[in-house]
C-alpha cells in the first residue's frame, strides 16, 4: 500500500509524533504491513525538482498510490485564492494540490486536529488564514473538500484527530487498511477511527480512585483528579490515551497535565484559560458526557460524603502521605 503525506498550516508536531511510534520502529512495523511512502516532506530524500515530479505524476495518475494523508490545515485564503501556502517551486496553492490528489487517492486520511477540523489556524480570532478542516469547519461538516467527498475507496476523509497524533493511531489505521480494509462503520461520527476514539482519555486515568470520591486537585501537582479545579477534560474527550501508553508510559494525565481535549473539534478555543474549570453556582459546566447535570450534582454530593481520609488527604497533596491501610486477618488492627 503506497502512501503519499503532504503537510500545510500545522506545526509539523504529527510528524515528530509519528517518529516515536513504539515499541518497534516505525518503518519496520509499516514494511511488515507492506506500506511504503510513496513521498513524504520530511523523511523522503527526492526534495525540490524531483519531489515535484513525483507529485506531478501523482496528479496525472501516472503513479499509482492508494492513501493520501494530510498534516495541518487547509489555508484558503486570501479570499479563497489559497495563496497563503503556494507549493515551493511550483507557485500553486497547496489547497488546489490537495484537491487534485484527493481525487485520485483510494483513501485520504486527515492527520492530526488542524487537518481533520482546522485547528489552531482555524482558531485565530477572525480566521484571517481563512483555515479549515479536510471535510470540516470545527463540528460542521464542510472544509475544503466537501461534506459529500469520497474517496476511490468509498470512506469519508478518516480524521486521526488529536494535538499531536498518537503514532499508534495512525500506524494502528494504515495496518488496519492494509491488511482488513475500513469501512464507515470503523468511524464514529466525527470521521475518527473508533478504535480509538471510542475511548474516553478518562478511562484508565491513574486518577481514576480520586475521581470517583470527587477528591479533587487544588493547585498545579496536586495528585488528586484535576476535573473540579484544574480544567480537566479527561471525561469528555474521546480517545484511548491511558491506555495506549505515549512515549513507553506517559499521557498527559501521567504528567500532570489536566486533558484539554485535544481530539475534539474547536478544543483549541475553550472560551477560558486551559487549566481552569469553568463552573455555575459551584458545579462545572463540561461535565461527564454521558451524565445528566442532576445525576452528577447528587452522586458528587454521595461520593464527597464518603471519601476516605487517605484519598482526601493525597489528592491535595504532590506525594503519598497516607498509604492503603492493611486489614488483618480476624479483623484487628
Ligand atoms: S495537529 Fe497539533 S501537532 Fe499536529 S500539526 Fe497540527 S498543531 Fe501540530
Ligand atoms: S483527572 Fe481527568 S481523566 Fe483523570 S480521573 Fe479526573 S476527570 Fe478523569
Redesign the pocket.
Same mark, same amino acid.
Given at each position: 500500500m503506497k502512501v503519499l503525506w503532504l503537510q500545510s498550516g500545522g506545526c509539523g508536531g504529527c510528524t515528530q509524533s509519528l517518529l516515536c511510534s513504539e515499541p518497534r520502529s516505525l518503518f519496520d512495523e509499516l514494511r511488515d504491513a507492506g506500506i511504503e511512502f510513496v513521498w513524504h516532506p520530511a523523511l523522503s530524500e527526492a526534495s525540490g525538482g524531483e519531489a515535484l515530479a513525483v507529485l506531478e505524476a501523482c496528479t496525472s495518475g501516472e503513479l499509482a498510490f492508494d492513501v493520501l494523508c494530510v498534516e495541518g490545515a487547509m489555508l484558503r485564503g486570501p479570499n479563497g485564492s489559497g495563496r497563503f501556502h503556494l507549493m515551493a517551486g511550483n507557485g500553486r496553492p497547496l489547497t488546489e494540490w490537495v484537491t487534485r490528489l484527493a481525487g485520485h487517492a483510494k483513501w485520504v486520511f486527515a492527520i492530526g486536529s488542524c487537518t481533520a477540523y482546522g485547528g489552531f489556524s482555524a482558531n485565530t480570532p477572525g480566521n484571517p488564514l481563512e483555515a479549515c478542516g479536510l471535510q470540516y469547519d470545527e463540528q460542521t461538516p464542510g472544509g475544503l473538500l466537501g461534506a459529500d467527498f469520497r474517496s476511490a475507496g468509498g470512506l469519508p476523509v478518516v480524521n486521526i484527530a488529536g494535538c499531536p497524533t498518537h503514532p499508534g493511531w495512525i500506524v494502528e489505521s494504515l495496518q488496519k487498511l492494509a491488511l482488513e480494509g475500513m469501512a464507515d462503520t470503523d468511524l464514529d461520527e466525527l470521521g475518527r477511527p473508533l478504535f480509538y476514539a471510542g475511548e474516553?482519555?478518562?478511562?484508565g &486515568?491513574?486518577?481514576?480512585e480520586?475521581?470517583?470520591f470527587k477528591a479533587?486537585?487544588e493547585k498545579q501537582s496536586d495528585l488528586?483528579?484535576?476535573?473540579e479545579n484544574?480544567g480537566?477534560?479527561?471525561?469528555q474527550?474521546h480517545a484511548d490515551c491511558?491506555l495506549r501508553a505515549w512515549n513507553g508510559s506517559g499521557s498527559c494525565?501521567r504528567g500532570g497535565f489536566? &486533558?484539554i481535549a485535544c481530539t475534539e473539534p474547536g478544543f483549541e478555543s475553550p472560551g477560558h484559560a486551559f487549566q481552569e474549570t469553568p463552573k455555575v453556582a459551584g458545579i462545572p459546566i463540561g461535565l461527564?458526557s454521558d451524565m445528566p447535570k442532576a445525576w452528577f450534582v447528587a452522586l458528587a454530593a454521595l461520593s464527597k460524603s464518603a471519601t476516605p481520609k487517605r484519598v482526601r488527604d493525597n489528592a491535595v497533596v504532590d506525594h503519598l502521605v497516607l498509604r492503603p491501610a492493611i486489614k488483618k486477618k480476624g479483623g484487628g488492627k
Amino acid at each position: 500500500m503506497k502512501v503519499l503525506w503532504l503537510q500545510s498550516g500545522g506545526c509539523g508536531g504529527c510528524t515528530q509524533s509519528l517518529l516515536c511510534s513504539e515499541p518497534r520502529s516505525l518503518f519496520d512495523e509499516l514494511r511488515d504491513a507492506g506500506i511504503e511512502f510513496v513521498w513524504h516532506p520530511a523523511l523522503s530524500e527526492a526534495s525540490g525538482g524531483e519531489a515535484l515530479a513525483v507529485l506531478e505524476a501523482c496528479t496525472s495518475g501516472e503513479l499509482a498510490f492508494d492513501v493520501l494523508c494530510v498534516e495541518g490545515a487547509m489555508l484558503r485564503g486570501p479570499n479563497g485564492s489559497g495563496r497563503f501556502h503556494l507549493m515551493a517551486g511550483n507557485g500553486r496553492p497547496l489547497t488546489e494540490w490537495v484537491t487534485r490528489l484527493a481525487g485520485h487517492a483510494k483513501w485520504v486520511f486527515a492527520i492530526g486536529s488542524c487537518t481533520a477540523y482546522g485547528g489552531f489556524s482555524a482558531n485565530t480570532p477572525g480566521n484571517p488564514l481563512e483555515a479549515c478542516g479536510l471535510q470540516y469547519d470545527e463540528q460542521t461538516p464542510g472544509g475544503l473538500l466537501g461534506a459529500d467527498f469520497r474517496s476511490a475507496g468509498g470512506l469519508p476523509v478518516v480524521n486521526i484527530a488529536g494535538c499531536p497524533t498518537h503514532p499508534g493511531w495512525i500506524v494502528e489505521s494504515l495496518q488496519k487498511l492494509a491488511l482488513e480494509g475500513m469501512a464507515d462503520t470503523d468511524l464514529d461520527e466525527l470521521g475518527r477511527p473508533l478504535f480509538y476514539a471510542g475511548e474516553l482519555v478518562h478511562h484508565g &486515568c491513574p486518577r481514576n480512585e480520586y475521581y470517583e470520591f470527587k477528591a479533587s486537585a487544588e493547585k498545579q501537582s496536586d495528585l488528586g483528579c484535576l476535573m473540579e479545579n484544574l480544567g480537566c477534560k479527561g471525561t469528555q474527550a474521546h480517545a484511548d490515551c491511558n491506555l495506549r501508553a505515549w512515549n513507553g508510559s506517559g499521557s498527559c494525565l501521567r504528567g500532570g497535565f489536566a &486533558c484539554i481535549a485535544c481530539t475534539e473539534p474547536g478544543f483549541e478555543s475553550p472560551g477560558h484559560a486551559f487549566q481552569e474549570t469553568p463552573k455555575v453556582a459551584g458545579i462545572p459546566i463540561g461535565l461527564p458526557s454521558d451524565m445528566p447535570k442532576a445525576w452528577f450534582v447528587a452522586l458528587a454530593a454521595l461520593s464527597k460524603s464518603a471519601t476516605p481520609k487517605r484519598v482526601r488527604d493525597n489528592a491535595v497533596v504532590d506525594h503519598l502521605v497516607l498509604r492503603p491501610a492493611i486489614k488483618k486477618k480476624g479483623g484487628g488492627k
